[in-house]
Each structure stands twice: as structure tokens, then as C-alpha cells.
T-cell receptor, first 120, second 111 residues
Framework: GAVVSQHPSWVICKSGTSVKIECRSLDFQATTMFWYRQFPKQSLMLMATSNEGSKATYEQGVEKDKFLINHASLTLSTLTVTSAHPEDSSFYIC????????????????FGPGTRLTVL | DAKTTQPTSMDCAEGRAANLPCNHSTISGNEYVYWYRQIHSQGPQYIIHGLKNNETNEMASLIITEDRKSSTLILPHATLRDTAVYYCIVRVTGSARQLTFGSGTQLTVLP
């Protein structure tokens, strides 16, 4: 089945530093990827939609200058948390849309294992 | 996407069937019912989906009522590894749109 990887799986950084998280679709091409954030005991909240070759679309309340998204290829999207602060500590999860399984034939979105970010 | 309602939590004895309900009374004719689960500190995992017919795969069965206003996910022989948050999501297929997660049901399988 389709596999999505994330790197790193966890990261601890100092306040004020930037952290880059990678999301890769390993065996399919994903023109669209999604970035979610999940705080403890809460559900996943969409942060932004990443489209290959174009600017990301951010959800209301998500600062685009703080959470930089780049989707430079059909298999890679990156999320950079700039000038991270303790309140950015969260579980970041990406998903990738597989257009080949659209139309009800199968699962369309495949999730990465998540990245645990802790900002000290 | 139609709104879904799920119980906050459920317990199930190991080896027994786990039946997780979901209400989606405003579902449209072209919307599918999807189920995902999230084991603690992992990404969501697809389980099963269906339109109107009952579906079964190696993980679970999905029973959709005739009026499609509710469904039940059945794990036939729950194991401790099935302890997770289960999300019922209703959406159309074929478009690269995000999944909207509700609060889901925390299923705890007890030894």
C-alpha cells in the first residue's frame, strides 16, 4: 500500500530556532499534501494544504510566515517552523493525496507517522 | 462534508467484537463514510470506507443503515493493539481535499 514518511520523528529545539519537517510519499506521486497539528488530548487540526509547484493554502489563524511550506516535487513537502516557541510544541502530521485511488475505489489519503516537536 | 457524531469513549473486552457507532444524519447522496483510527502518538490509519453497501476487509466491517444516516464499525475480535481513537468521517471522493477530524471515539480494549 501507499506509504508516507516523515522526518524527523521527534525533535527538541531551543526557543527561537527554526525546525524543518519533511513529508515524503514513497511509492506514489502526490500533487497535494496536507499538514495537520495535534495538541495533547485534541483532534487533528488542518494547518495548510500544500500543492506541488504553487503556494500553500493556510487555514484561518495559521501564520504563513511562521509555518513555511514548500512542495517542490511530487513526493516531498516540507514544513519549517520558524522562530519556534514553546507554544509551537505539538505533534505535526502530514498526509498525501493519492490521485490513483480516488473515486471511491480505495483510500485516498495516506498519513505519515507524525513528528513530535518540543520547544524548550 | 456532513457532520458526524460519535460517542466519546467505549470499552471492549479483548477477544470480543467492538461495535463503534457513528451518526451522520445530514449525509449527501454522493458522500462516503470513512473510518480511520489513531493509535497514541502515531499518524491516522485508514480502516475502511463505504457508500451504501456493507463492506468488509481484513481489519473490520462497516455496516451502513439503509437510510445512510448512521453506520457502525465492527472490529470482530478486538485485541489490545486495537486501543485507539476511531474517527468517522463523511466526505465526497475524487477531490484532493483535506479530511476533517471530529473528536472521535476512544476505544479501550481491556484484558
Amino acid at each position: 500500500g501507499a506509504v508516507v514518511s516523515q522526518h524527523p520523528s521527534w525533535v527538541i529545539c531551543k526557543s527561537g530556532t527554526s525546525v524543518k519537517i519533511e513529508c515524503r510519499s514513497l511509492d506514489f506521486q502526490a500533487t497535494t499534501m496536507f499538514w495537520y497539528r495535534q495538541f495533547p488530548k485534541q483532534s487533528l487540526m488542518l494547518m495548510a494544504t500544500s500543492n506541488e509547484g504553487s503556494k500553500a493554502t493556510y487555514e484561518q489563524g495559521v501564520e504563513k510566515d511562521k509555518f513555511l511550506i514548500n512542495h517542490a516535487s511530487l513526493t516531498l513537502s516540507t514544513l519549517t517552523v520558524t522562530s519556534a516557541h514553546p507554544e509551537d510544541s505539538s505533534f505535526y502530521i502530514c498526509s498525501a493525496h493519492n490521485p490513483l485511488t480516488s473515486g471511491g475505489a480505495g483510500n485516498e489519503q495516506f498519513f505519515g507517522p507524525g513528528t513530535r516537536l518540543t520547544v524548550l | 462534508d456532513a457532520k458526524t457524531t460519535q460517542p466519546t469513549s467505549m470499552d471492549c473486552a479483548e477477544g470480543r467484537a467492538a461495535n463503534l457507532p457513528c451518526n451522520h444524519s445530514t449525509i449527501s447522496g454522493n458522500e462516503y463514510v470513512y473510518w480511520y483510527r489513531q493509535i497514541h502518538s502515531q499518524g491516522p490509519q485508514y480502516i475502511i470506507h463505504g457508500l451504501k453497501n456493507n463492506e468488509t476487509n481484513e481489519m473490520a466491517s462497516l455496516i451502513i443503515t439503509e437510510d445512510r444516516k448512521s453506520s457502525t464499525l465492527i472490529l470482530p475480535h478486538a485485541t489490545l493493539r486495537d486501543t485507539a481513537v476511531y474517527y468517522c468521517i463523511v466526505r465526497v471522493t475524487g477531490s484532493a481535499r483535506q479530511l476533517t477530524f471530529g473528536s472521535g471515539t476512544q476505544l479501550t480494549v481491556l484484558p
